[in-house]
């Protein structure tokens, strides 16, 4: 449990954090989409290191991936997500990013009821499944609503530019859902693979998507302050902390292990309010906690479906 906890803490903080050091990166100049790239490759560059790190010491043999449509999509999706997320932060501020991208286990369930009957049959049967998902809908677009109308009044971002910026992030959100979703198929499918050897290849191939739209002749201007930065990110807010929680993912249950991911948005708004002078208003508040507990319980009911897999695979 030890391990457990501290892997998802190292998690939280480094995601927490990773917000506000990109929007200070883009409001010095630097490119979004470029900050987008770097981060993947540096972050695909740290999980393949432990990964041979890992398999040096174990002596195991070479692992093997299967490229299959569905992981194709996953890559789009983790792709379409980066650029869009780090595009919206050029416009809003690192809070409202954070909690947007909180909504996505709110946004598999509703994809869930357009795309698989099959898992709001199960829950419907066990958990009165339908009416669950349409209270944490509900919740859950409240809160994303009063953040949409937030006025943080700090001049981080005007009104218009914040809107712009929200907007993208919520797409950015849904890519986000169908990333989810497409990695749980992915584990589901091709249950000997080794998840951070995928995960390592989804990051180098989104990079490679990324690339032609990034400003790369921005790099000889980028100050070594700067790239201590994005170096900083990448290897901590993108490698170190997807091991960290695929550790934590072995050693806690599924319960303390949301409970911990929420602290994400907290940490954001914290280190948001202590460098870059967020005025915390009530608006932010009631909304940020109607987002983090409609997700709790999306993720509770999404966690329930899968026992239900579980226990009929088992019987089967």
Known sequence: ????????????????IHAVIIRILINQGVDPILIAALRLYIGAGVIALVLLIWKGLRKEKALEIVY???FWIITASLA??????????????????VLLEAFAPVMVLILALLFLPQRVAHL????????????????????SSLLLINDPQDLLSTNENKLIGDLLEFIAMFAFALFI???????????????????????????ILITPFAMWNQLPSITSMQWFWITMIGIFSTGVAYVAWHIASKYLDIIPLI?????????????????LGLNISWKLIVG????????????ILN?????????????S
Do not use: C, D, P
């Open 303 to 315: 966690a329930e479906y899968r026992l239900i897999e579980k226990e009929e695979s088992i019987t």
């Open 259 to 275: 409970t911990i991911f929420n602290l994400v948005s907290i940490f954001t708004i914290i280190s948001e309010s202590l460098v």
């Open 124 to 143: 419907t049967n066990r958990y009165r499944g339908v009416q669950k998902i349409l209270q944490i809908v509900i919740i859950g677009s409240i809160g």
């Open 80 to 97: 379409v997500n980066f650029v869009l997320f780090q595009k919206g932060l050029e416009f809003t501020i690192a809070s409202n990013a």
């Open 1 to 16: 449990m030890i391990i457990g906890y501290s892997a998802a803490g190292v998690s939280a903080f480094f995601w927490g």
């Open 68 to 70: 299959s449509r569905l």
């Open 181 to 207: 979703m497409g990695v749980h198929e992915y584990h589901t499918r091709f249950k000997s693979h080794n998840a951070l050897l995928v995960s390592s290849q989804i990051f180098i191939f989104a990079a």
């Open 288 to 299: 940020s906690i109607l987002i983090l507990f409609a997700a709790y319980q999306a993720k």
